[in-house]
T-cell receptor, first 114, second 113 residues
Framework: GENVEQHPSTLSVQEGDSAVIKCTYS??????FPWYKQELGKRPQLIID?????GEKKDQRIAVTLNKTAKHFSLHITETQPEDSAVYFC?????????????FGTGTKLQVIP | ETGVTQSPTHLIKTRGQQVTLRCSSQ?????VSWYQQALGQGPQFIFQ???????GRGNFPPRFSGLQFPNYSSELNVNALELDDSALYLC????????????FGEGSRLTVL
């Protein structure tokens, strides 16, 4: 089955700096890669996603890149703010005929220091 | 638009007991999946229901079972509870086969003593 590895497990940055979180996946058939943000005691929420036919996607301060050959994808947050502090999960998903099995990474706890 | 709601929010059981967790999907969403999130870990896929049928399952034993009802709400049942079943159980719904985003509930935190 799919295996998703995520690094680093914790990340501290100064406010205004950039943060990068990296993930690798094992199943070359995976075709959808979402990133979820989970604040303490809250539900995970989608912040950005990318499909396998795209190499890069950007939404304001957040961007995701995908390298299908190397089977890795990364989340980039620029100009970090204290409210970016949370746990971030990458995930890989294979969608086929309405069935979607999402495999999550182990999470990165991001701390933005004011 | 009503989001995904789960009940109960917290519960405590003893080893060997059975538990039922409930989920109401977001309005218009016909696909529901359940995840187990142990402390400090990412959510792990248990199974998915689409139009009242289970159409996908992760690496969980048969004592984890579920149901989906005609209104797309869902239940997760766990029999013969073990200590390792202590976790946050998340329900997620999505709107269709071509939309990848999962909409999560706040979860049910289960403690097994």
């Amino acid at each position: 089955g799919e295996n998703v590895e995520q690094h680093p497990s914790t990340l501290s940055v100064q406010e205004g700096d950039s943060a990068v979180i990296k993930c690798t996946y094992s199943d070359s058939a995976s075709n959808y890669f979402p990133w979820y943000k989970q604040e303490l005691g809250k539900r995970p929420q989608l912040i950005i996603d990318i499909r396998s036919n795209v190499g890069e996607k950007k939404d304001q301060r957040i961007a995701v890149t995908l390298n299908k050959t190397a089977k890795h994808f990364s989340l980039h947050i620029t100009e970090t703010q204290p409210e970016d502090s949370a746990v971030y999960f990458c995930a890989a998903s294979k969608e086929s005929g309405g069935y979607q099995k999402v495999t999550f990474g182990t999470g990165t706890k991001l701390q933005v220091i004011p | 638009e009503t989001g995904v709601t789960q009940s109960p929010t917290h519960l405590i059981k003893t080893r060997g007991q059975q538990v039922t967790l409930r989920c109401s999907s977001q309005s218009g969403h016909n696909t529901v999946s359940w995840y187990q999130q142990a402390l400090g870990q990412g959510p792990q896929f248990i199974f998915q229901y689409y139009r009242e049928e289970e159409n996908g399952r992760g690496n969980f034993p048969p004592r984890f079972s579920g149901l989906q009802f005609p209104n797309y709400s869902s239940e997760l049942n766990v029999n013969a509870l073990e200590l390792d079943d202590s976790a946050l159980y998340l329900c997620a719904s999505r709107g269709g086969t071509n939309t990848g985003e999962l909409f999560f509930g706040e979860g049910s935190r289960l403690t097994v003593l």
